[in-house]
C-alpha cells in the first residue's frame, strides 16, 4: 500500500505536468473539430488540470508519509483514496466546462454550462464533507476504549470486535507485565496507544485485542477456540478487572 500511494502520486504529477505541455493529450479537447477548438480556454484548462493532478499526486504523497496512521484503519484507507479519486473526477469535470467556451454560443448554452459547473461544485463538497465526516468517526470510535464489564458470570466488550463471553468457556487465565508481540493485524485498528481486533502472533496465532498500552498490566484469556488479551484504561480499573475475573473463574 506504501508503494502503491507513491507510485499514483508520482504518476498523477507527471501525468498532470505532461497534460500542461501537450494539451492535445487531454482527451476531450484532443477530439474537438478545430472550429471548436477555437473556443475552449486551453491555457485556463491546462493550468487547472495540471493543479488539480499536482493537488491529488500531492494527496496520495502525503497518505504515504502517513501510512502507519492510514493503514491502522483499512475503512479510513479505502474511503481516502475513494475521496481523494471522486475528487480527481468532479474537480476534471469542472474544469471541462469552464473552459470550454460556453457563453460563445449564446445565453442558453452559457445558463446551462453554469447550472452544470454549479451541480459539479455542489457534488464534489457533498462527496468531500461525507469522507470527512467518515474518517472523523472512525477515528474517534478507534480512540474510545472498549468497556469492559463481568457481570453474571458473562465478560462483557462493549463496540466494534467485541461480544458477550462466558466465563465458564475460559479455560486459563494470566496476568503479564508486557503484551506479546504481535506480528501482523488481520481486521482490527491500531491507532495512537490502543488496539482492537484480530491479530496475530509472532507465533501466528490468532487473537483478539482490546488493548490501551499504559505500562500493564494485561490480562490473557484463553478458550478452547480464542485467545484474548484485554486491559483498561488505568493500572487500578485493570487490577480491579482482574479481581472480578478471578473471581467468576472459581
Not at 507510485?7 to 487531454?26: D, F, K
Not at 499504559?214 to 493500572?235: D, F, H, Q, S, W
Amino acid at each position: 500500500m506504501l508503494l502503491t500511494s507513491i507510485i499514483t502520486g508520482l504518476i498523477l504529477i507527471l501525468a498532470g505536468i505532461w497534460c500542461y505541455y501537450n494539451p492535445n493529450m487531454i482527451k476531450p479537447y484532443r477530439n474537438l473539430p478545430p472550429s471548436k477548438k477555437a473556443v475552449v480556454d486551453i491555457k485556463g484548462l491546462q493550468w487547472s488540470l495540471l493543479w488539480i493532478m499536482v493537488a491529488g499526486g500531492v494527496a496520495f504523497l502525503l497518505m504515504a508519509v502517513f501510512h502507519k496512521q492510514l493503514t491502522a484503519h483499512l475503512d479510513v484507507y479505502t474511503w481516502s483514496i475513494i475521496g481523494i479519486a471522486v475528487a480527481i473526477v468532479i474537480a476534471s469535470y469542472v474544469a471541462t466546462i469552464r473552459h470550454n467556451g460556453y457563453g460563445k454560443g449564446g445565453d442558453a448554452q452559457e445558463s446551462r454550462g453554469e447550472r452544470k459547473t454549479s451541480a459539479a461544485i455542489i457534488a464534489s463538497a457533498v462527496i468531500t464533507v461525507v469522507v470527512i465526516a467518515f474518517v472523523v468517526v472512525v477515528l474517534a470510535k478507534a480512540d474510545k476504549p472498549s468497556s469492559i464489564v463481568v457481570e453474571e458470570g458473562t465478560l462483557h466488550i462493549s463496540g466494534k470486535y467485541g461480544g458477550d463471553f462466558p466465563m465458564e468457556q475460559f479455560v486459563s487465565m494470566k496476568v503479564l507485565n508486557e503484551m506479546p508481540v504481535m506480528r501482523m493485524r488481520t481486521n482490527g485498528s491500531s491507532f495512537k496507544n490502543k488496539s482492537k481486533g484480530h491479530f496475530l502472533t509472532k507465533d501466528n496465532e490468532s487473537c483478539l485485542l482490546f488493548v490501551t498500552y499504559n505500562g500493564g498490566p494485561y490480562v490473557e484469556l484463553r478458550t478452547a477456540n480464542n485467545l484474548i488479551y484485554l486491559n483498561c484504561e488505568t493500572r487500578e480499573e485493570t487490577e480491579e478487572l482482574i479481581n472480578e475475573l478471578k473471581g467468576a473463574m472459581k
